[in-house]
DNA sequence: TTGCCACGATCGCAAGCCGCGATGATAAAG
DNA sequence: CTTTATCATCGCGGCTTGCGATCGTGGCAA
């Protein structure tokens, strides 16, 4: 079966006349009469009532006009549909996010982008970074906000940039007394005790180690499982956090983030894909996030 | 495009190897290499993520895999599809009747007909003997049943074969002199008016023939629009009709048909159809009638 | 009735495409 | 570092396809 004798057979039913057929597909008249004959041997049935003129169809005819039209159109749209999904405008965004980079702008933009290409399915799945790295080199991600992988890359080959930076703070009782002034020192840190997110050792340690390095110890215990669980904990006045001054503008009252002093390094965020470069869908989704992030 | 491409594709998909895929498409890998890249470059995005190895699909593969399937399945089914219709096993049968034709028999053979074949859609038509013949000419019926069309052909060619035969009688009230007997003697018709169906002079004009032929001479008064108008008539006592006695069964009470004698030459009900052959779905139908009608 | 015309079928030839085997290039595996 | 597995490239032979020319035939008009 080829297509091209179903096109010159529909060709050939719209005008029930041969050489008009034949012009109108750029094509002499015995080429058509061939591919006509080719195709009735392939579906073993005339097509056409003729002798040496023009009849109609028969009725095998009548049946095969419409499924030769349905296959040459799916064919036709086929290279839009392919090109829309190379260009990212249609198919699968499969987004995987930890949980600290579950900001509001990102949200945002992942709404932003569901509406503007609605031909695209964007599924988001939050895990632990190491989670969602596996996840993305099975192929079951697309694209991953994540903290910088290039620690650690244990098989395939994985693409990633830095997004933002966060910078680490700590989050407060309004009433603490530590929150009297406009930022913590860290020194006044010395031996107290931080709650931790579950999980978020990558967070944690970064801090320990800043404070280390300045001869300060630090306790971090993982307590929370999540960022509602945490919030309640300090705002029940159980202790202190290390939090993200990104999450500073969406907390709920009775709690402030404050900056440290001296700061410690600022953590990045990154996006981390497979292969050399994000996946189209991805791109356009970045085009969105970008000047909100910056 | 090509179908083979899209084959060619899904097979590489599926086995996300070269060399596997070509085997399975009894082919040799350089060929298939060739196609893949034919495809590639037809849709304008590539298909596979690979330098030298298989990577795996790209968001256009991903999009283009069930699509290809699609467009495979219907082009598989459609040799299947045209066969069926080209066997009268599916498609389209568009009856054309004429009144007289119109017997019991005739509906139950349709009706067993759709029952027995759901992908048939069959049509009737009930309307006179030269508009149903137009038609036919037209392409807008399949099959007609009607009278014997040889006397006037007036463009395209058509094909007929003599269905049945109906002996004309007479139709009179159950209490009329006439309904004595057995049988009525046709001279006894001599000078009496009979009762006739608007625009069905072809029977009349038989018996009217036959008569003559004999020297008896009757008045034909085409009244009656339809053939209950007609059996009314007869029943209120306004005259007597000329009938086919292949009605003789379906008679309400207080009407009776009898044989004439002698017998005016049998008047043949028709098959006619577009072509040299009926079509194969009216085939596939005379084979259930054929039996009833003998 | 007869010639003409329109139209589809057939034929022979040239060109392009397709597939094969051989070979090359390169990354993973040992 | 060598080997192996895998995809890309190349050159050639064969087949298919399309073209022009021609034929056969049914319809149409004079």
Redesign the pocket.
Known sequence: M?L??LQ?FVA?AE????????RRL?????????????LESTVGAPL?T?????GGLTPAGVALLPEARAILARTSTLKQTVGRAADGQAGELRLGIIPPAALDFVAESVREFTLRFPGLDVSVRQDSQARLVAALQEGELDLVLGRDPSGALP?A?LGHRRLLAEEQGILLRADHPLAAGPTVALAKLEGATLLLLRGNAYFGGNLRRFAASRGITLKLTPTAEDFPSLHWMVRAGLGIAPCSLLLAATLGPGLVAKRLRPSPPRLGIHLIWRGSAPPPAGARWLKLLRPTAA
């Open positions: 080829e091209r004798w010159s050939v005008e029930l006349h041969f050489s008009r057929a034949a750029h094509l002499a008249q015995p080429a058509l009469t061939a591919q006509i004959k080719q056409f003729r002798t040496n003129r023009m098989r080959s």
